[in-house]
């Protein structure tokens, strides 16, 4: 089997399906984003010849390069080639405000959430959320450019200046943790692993900024959130992160359809790569 690992480099991760898809056999094959041309009734066409394609990451460019990587994808799958994570799980996973809105359409609990363009709205939405809030890129990951904002005058200085440089000002409101959360590795619809991250330095628990991993066993209920999360955005390999509340009750916080494992699986001491591959070989020939 042919199998496309579409990215924009070869980083770890790359190299790492690459060895798990030789380790059964098959042949991968690193494809850049930035190199891919399509054209209509016009051969060759892009992806031609694999027999699925992996998206591993999708990188940053215009909104222009950005659209058209997705419609090459939405090409692909329309000439019924085989890619996971599926080009709408993509898009939406890659939106943080479109993944809320599926997360509460799924009646899944998640924070509550605001997303302006004017300073004015999100200042008003700053004190609908208590006057503590996590202001985030809605596009981003592994805990980048959030930021906790529970001063007024801070919140109203930092709306403007992202109103001025034409940014959405995405804010939730801030959920009063015991200092870690969870990462659940969902692949087909079942819980692959699972750590709890922690950090006694940082209000963020993210590995990526600073915080420690420990593997951890789920019960039932949070194995069975994490997987509903995956499906209601469409993901048939998710990274899913799970926030306790004061309470004890878990929220969601992201589904991120191009996940990483690297702290996962030296964590976990699993091979986390081997399943992926290994799941796209099934499900393909189903």
């Not at 066409?45 to 390069?65: H, I």
């Not at 801070?154 to 200092?179: D, F, N």
């Not at 079942?190 to 709890?196: C, D, E, F, P, Y």
Request: proline fraction near 4%; hydrophobic fraction near 45%.
């Amino acid at each position: 089997m042919r199998i496309a690992i579409l990215s924009g480099g070869n980083g770890w991760h790359v190299q790492d399906l690459l060895r798990a898809a030789k380790l059964f056999g098959h042949h991968a094959e690193a494809v850049n984003f930035r190199t891919l041309s399509a054209g209509v009734e016009c051969k060759p066409q892009p992806l031609f010849g694999f027999d699925a394609a992996l998206v591993r990451t999708v990188p940053a460019g215009s909104l222009e390069q950005i659209v058209f990587r997705m419609d090459i994808l939405h090409a692909a799958v329309a000439r019924g080639l085989r890619v996971v994570n599926s080009p709408r799980a993509v898009e939406t996973s890659v939106d943080k405000y479109l993944t809320s809105v599926r997360l509460a359409k799924a009646g899944l609990p998640t924070p509550p959430t605001h997303v302006s363009q004017r300073a004015d709205d999100a200042l008003e939405a700053f004190d609908w959320l208590g006057r503590d809030v996590v202001l985030k890129p809605v596009f981003g990951a592994e805990g980048r450019g959030m930021q906790r904002i529970h001063d007024r005058e801070l919140a109203w200085r930092t709306y403007r200046v992202l109103e001025q440089t034409g940014q959405l000002i995405y804010q939730q409101q801030y959920v009063h943790h015991p200092g870690h959360d969870l990462r659940v590795f969902v692949i087909g619809g079942q819980v692959h692993a699972a750590m709890r991250r922690s950090n006694n330095h940082d209000w963020r628990t993210n590995v990526a900024q600073g915080g420690s991993a420990h593997r951890i066993e789920l019960s039932e209920s949070t194995a069975l959130l994490a997987v509903r999360a995956a499906e209601a955005v469409g993901c048939s390999i998710a990274g899913v992160d799970l926030l306790p509340g004061p309470r004890g009750e878990l929220y969601v916080i992201e589904v991120n359809a191009v996940p990483g494992w690297k702290a996962l699986a030296s964590t976990c001491d699993i091979d986390i790569a081997a399943d992926v591959v290994r799941f796209l070989v099934e499900d393909l020939r189903t």
